[in-house]
């Protein structure tokens, strides 16, 4: 298995982590800082970055970088669609001249949402396409 | 534009059999390049840039079109 393969595995169980941990807090404990706080937990996809293969310097060759950069642009792509329901929704339920009042809390929640849902694809993608397809 | 998938075949097993069965992963190190790498190339899962092609046929010493065939097709 690859250094990038094992990469996505990892970042895929910190995101599976993240989410069943938001949904155990949030059941047990209400919405809250403590439900907030696990988005913490994210911080864990930097581990591997942090081996000491990476800071030897290892580079990645075109096959690994061409599966690399599919990865990156699925996540996007899967970001940017979330975007655009999230706002045609709030379109079709609000209506065109509504105004929102939003908490700092739901921003920032948000915000970790997004990252989560950019890595998870990409994770995803990763193994996909390590496993099948052109680049297998 | 015809699909590349079913056209180029290379020999890498064969060439690695005939330099003293040359290790996948002593060809991915002169390479520069992954064992994994080797292993989709010589599985013909992954079509290599024509940069790699002719590292890879440097490696054995051999004209990249002995180690890289281009069949082409009826319709090109």
């Known amino acids: ?136 | 534009m015809p699909s590349p998938e079913a056209e180029i075949v290379n020999h890498i097993r064969r060439f690695r059999f005939e330099h003293g069965e040359m290790t996948q992963d002593n060809l991915a190190k002169q390479a520069g390049v992954t064992r994994h790498t080797i292993m989709a190339l010589e599985a013909g899962k992954y079509f290599p840039s024509l940069l790699l092609a002719f590292r890879i046929a440097r490696v054995f010493g051999a004209p990249v079109e002995q180690v890289f065939e281009y069949h082409a097709r009826e319709s090109d």
């Open chain 1, 1 to 136: 298995m690859s250094d990038s393969e094992k990469w996505a595995w990892w970042t895929l169980g910190v995101v599976a982590l993240t989410i069943a941990a938001y949904g155990a807090f949030g059941a047990f404990l209400g919405h809250g800082p403590a439900t907030f706080s696990v988005f913490a937990l994210l911080a864990l996809t930097s581990v591997p970055a942090s081996s000491r293969r990476y800071f030897k310097g290892r580079r990645s060759d075109e096959r690994e970088q061409q599966i690399s950069s599919k990865a990156l642009r699925a996540g996007f792509s899967a970001f940017w669609l979330a975007f655009c329901g999230f706002i045609m929704a709030i379109y079709f339920t609000k209506g065109w001249n509504a105004t929102l009042t939003v908490p700092v809390w739901a921003l920032m929640e948000t915000l970790f949402w997004a990252t989560t849902l950019i890595w998870g694809v990409e994770a995803l993608t990763t193994i996909v396409l390590y496993r099948g397809g052109p680049h297998a």
